[in-house]
């Protein structure tokens, strides 16, 4: 493109993507798409990732309107002429570094690339929450978006009511998890997740799992689970994650039938692929100030 270029945006691989007129037809892979809905940009088509299916992970969606929204598809499936098929005139995916496109395929992210602008925001721990959300921000206005009057308040009003239940109650122990089976869970390393290391900076005890195999997550037994006993358990949503409800019961009988894995323990439900918006931001604070209070009376 030459410097008449009407939009231009540059991602977090350093890439710089043009236009000759601001995008108005984006495709997004569903998380992106879900934050960039809060700011007010609408896609017009999502997709998924490897762990999806045939239908949108209503986990990952937030306020998307999914009944008027394109779903392309995810994982293997997914080529270069599905993902045109509704003739996007911008991508936008994430990266968990390196700048690979998360959910394609590097051949296909390549071929994308060559027949429509693709931005990539990187969601790894290489930049904090804030800093993450911050580009979103700017793709947002980029493509037009008008300020949140708000927002920013809104969520300094979460963290620092969530920091003072936290104080209040001696740093309350906390798991982040995400169940797969009745037998099986995987473990989140805090410190690999940007919305948890918030949760630590703000006073709240997050269980570190042992050190072994797994950058994001240590797989463990429900025994070892068992044995955590946490205050506050922050439990995967997404489709391809056990129920938690599952994952607790006691082995051989139905949900709900028994006591549960962790007696007394408050669940919240997280998302790992959490929206960088400041409005889901500060719902997931307030969730968690909420199971506190509730877990810290109950003792």
């Not at 569903?30 to 017009?44: E, S």
């Not at 009003?157 to 998890?177: F, G, I, K, N, S």
């Not at 240590?218 to 129920?243: I, N, W």
Request: no cysteine; hydrophobic share 45%; glycine share 12%.
């Amino acid at each position: 493109m030459t410097e008449q270029s009407a939009w231009r945006f540059s991602d977090d691989r350093g890439q710089v993507a043009t236009a000759a007129r601001s995008p108005v037809r984006m495709l997004a892979y569903i998380q992106a798409g879900a934050t960039l809905w809060d700011h007010g940009i609408r896609p017009v088509g999502i997709f998924g990732s490897g762990h999806d299916g045939p239908a949108p992970d209503r986990a990952k969606a937030g306020a998307l309107p999914l009944d008027t929204l394109d779903y392309v598809g995810a994982g293997s499936g997914l080529d270069v002429e599905t993902l045109l098929r509704g003739a996007p005139d911008l991508v936008v995916a994430v990266s968990y570094g390196g700048g690979q496109v998360y959910g394609l395929a590097p051949e296909t992210a390549k071929q994308l690339e060559e027949r429509v602008p693709v931005v990539v925001i990187d969601v790894s721990r290489a930049r904090g929450f804030a800093g993450i959300g911050d580009r979103f921000a700017e793709l947002a206005r980029s493509l037009g978006a008008g300020p949140a009057p708000g927002a920013g308040s809104e969520v300094a009003a979460a963290r620092e009511r969530l920091r003072a239940v936290a104080t209040a109650h001696d740093r309350p122990h906390a798991l982040a998890l995400s169940p797969a089976g009745r037998e099986e869970v995987h473990l989140a390393r805090p410190g690999m997740w940007p919305e948890l290391r918030v949760l630590a900076e703000l006073g709240v005890n997050m269980t570190e799992p042992a050190e072994g195999q797994g950058a994001s997550w240590s797989t463990v037994d429900r025994v070892h689970a068992a044995g955590l006993r946490p205050l506050l358990v922050l439990a995967d949503v997404r489709g391809h994650a056990t129920p938690l409800d599952v994952f607790a019961a006691p082995p051989g009988g139905p949900a709900g039938d028994g006591p549960p894995l962790w007696e007394g323990a408050r669940a919240v439900p997280w998302n790992p692929e959490p929206l960088f918006s400041p409005q889901a931001h500060a719902r997931f604070l307030t969730l968690v100030a909420d199971a506190l209070e509730a877990a810290e009376g109950e003792r």
